[in-house]
Structures are given as structure tokens and as C-alpha cells.
């Protein structure tokens, strides 16, 4: 059997690999450090509630840029951001006519789903 230190997130752990036959290979632990328990995070306040046509983002990116200013007033499918998905820039429209609110911020990585704005 030989012995091997392998660090993982800054924490050392003593292994032993033993070598069966050519195709087989068993590993052992001999030794890890218990993991310390995890700090509960506070419970996140409840979101404000959302008044008007949601913006949500159809797949994951990055908010490029915004196309129009906070407060503005805009047209159905007038394109209000830009957002960039696999190194290509897409028009972020509104769904409807309105007052935009933006819920995120250029340089933001976002999820599929993820709240943009607010038109309303």
C-alpha cells in the first residue's frame, strides 16, 4: 500500500492507495480531519413585492448593458438591456408599455428566470 497527502480546500488528508491487479485500484482513507460544522447563514428578508409586467431572463448571461435609464418610460418591445450568452449580445425587450425599474446591475451574472426588471 502507498501512502499519499492529498490537500483539499486547504485541509490536509492521508490516503493509502492499494494496487490490485492492472484494471483495479482500491482506495482507502486513513485518515481525514472532521469537518467542521457549517455556520447557518440569517433568513433572508422577504423580497418586496413586485407591482407590474416582470422582466425575467430566458436563459443564463451576462447583463451586458442597459439600453435605457432607470424610470424611463418604454414602448412594447423596445429593447431596455443587453444580455450576453455564450459571447453572443441579445435584446433584453419589454413585454409591455411602461415605466422600467431594473432588478439587477450591468456586470451581473444571471440565471434563467432571474428577475431584470420590472415594467410597469
Known amino acids: 500500500m502507498r501512502k499519499f497527502v492529498v ?3 486547504g485541509k490536509n488528508y ?12 482500491v482506495v482507502n482513507t486513513v485518515a481525514a480531519p472532521a469537518a467542521a460544522p457549517a455556520a447557518q447563514a440569517a433568513p433572508a428578508a422577504p423580497a418586496a413585492p413586485v407591482s407590474g409586467e416582470k422582466v425575467l431572463s430566458p436563459f443564463p448571461g451576462l447583463i451586458k448593458k442597459f439600453l435605457v435609464n432607470e424610470g424611463d418610460t418604454v414602448k ?4 431596455i438591456l443587453v444580455l450576453e450568452a455564450m459571447k453572443m449580445d441579445n435584446d ?3 413585454p409591455c408599455a411602461g415605466k422600467v425599474s431594473f432588478k439587477t446591475a450591468v456586470g451581473n451574472n444571471v440565471e434563467t428566470n432571474a428577475l431584470l426588471a420590472v415594467i410597469g
Request: glycine share 10%.
Open 7 to 9: 490537500t483539499i480546500d
Open 76 to 79: 412594447k418591445d423596445q429593447p
Open 92 to 94: 433584453i425587450t419589454a
Open 14 to 25: 492521508e490516503v493509502g492507495v492499494e494496487e490490485i491487479g492492472a484494471d483495479q485500484t
